[in-house]
Antibody, heavy 112, light 107 residues
Framework: EVQLVESGGALVQPGGSLRLSCAAS????????MSWVRHTPGKGLEWVSL???????HYTDSVRGRFSVSRDTSKNTMYLQMSALRVEDTAIYYC??????WGQGTLVTVSS | EIVMTQSPATLSVSPGERATLSCRAS??????LAWFQQKPGQAPRLLIY???ARATGIPARFSGSESGTEFTLTISSLQSEDFAIYYC?????????FGQGTKVEIK
């Protein structure tokens, strides 16, 4: 069964760091376009980043330079390293394969 | 950055009626547009990709169309399970961008 499971969400203070994980089963993360998308009730869905063709990656402007996406082929897992976190980064973070396979999400709360 | 503008923000529809949702792109997308449905507490679900292709398992009452930079999602006869928020997303340019969503509520 094709499945994505996120983990790593937590409460963190502004300026702090956090690493999210996305464990895949039923397919290989390295061979697919893998994205992070976040959701807040007020702003809706926001595309965050995508990794493809090895280690090529793109980011939305608001996280570029602060967030970094990577993949570990031995663990079949994608990561999102987040640093210099801001209150506005508070959201549920989903990992996505292509467009059609979504995880259940992990909650990141940035607050003092 | 391509700006995606959805309208209306809220659509009130009775069960069994047709719903028409719009999404306008600030630039040409070459049909690289998807529609998603999201219900409270759930991850989004892909409905339509490439502007008009239904994703696997999506009922035929959902259809997508395009005219230039205007895209439309039509739900031909609303069922109770269709009341949700719908988002369009372009994947033609970086960064990929979503519209702000249309909430379809029971009239």
């Amino acid at each position: 069964e094709v499945q994505l499971v996120e983990s790593g969400g937590a409460l963190v203070q502004p300026g702090g760091s956090l690493r999210l994980s996305c464990a895949a089963s039923g397919f290989t993360v390295y061979d697919n376009y893998m994205s992070w998308v976040r959701h807040t009730p007020g702003k809706g869905l926001e595309w965050v980043s995508l990794i493809y063709n090895g280690d090529s990656a793109h980011y939305t402007d608001s996280v570029r330079g602060r967030f970094s996406v990577s993949r570990d082929t031995s663990k079949n897992t994608m990561y999102l390293q987040m640093s210099a976190l801001r209150v506005e980064d508070t959201a549920i973070y989903y990992c996505v394969r292509d467009l059609n396979v979504w995880g259940q999400g992990t909650l990141v709360t940035v607050s003092s | 950055e391509i700006v995606m503008t959805q309208s209306p923000a809220t659509l009130s529809v009775s069960p069994g009626e047709r719903a028409t949702l719009s999404c306008r792109a600030s630039q040409s997308l070459s049909s690289n547009l998807a529609w998603f449905q999201q219900k409270p507490g759930q991850a989004p679900r892909l409905l339509i990709y490439d502007a008009s292709a239904r994703a696997t398992g999506i009922p035929a009452r959902f259809s997508g169309s395009e005219s230039g930079t205007e895209f439309t999602l039509t739900i031909s006869s609303l069922q109770s399970e269709d009341f949700a928020i719908y988002y369009c997303q372009q994947y033609n340019n970086w960064p990929r961008t979503f519209g702000q969503g249309t909430k379809v509520e029971i009239k």
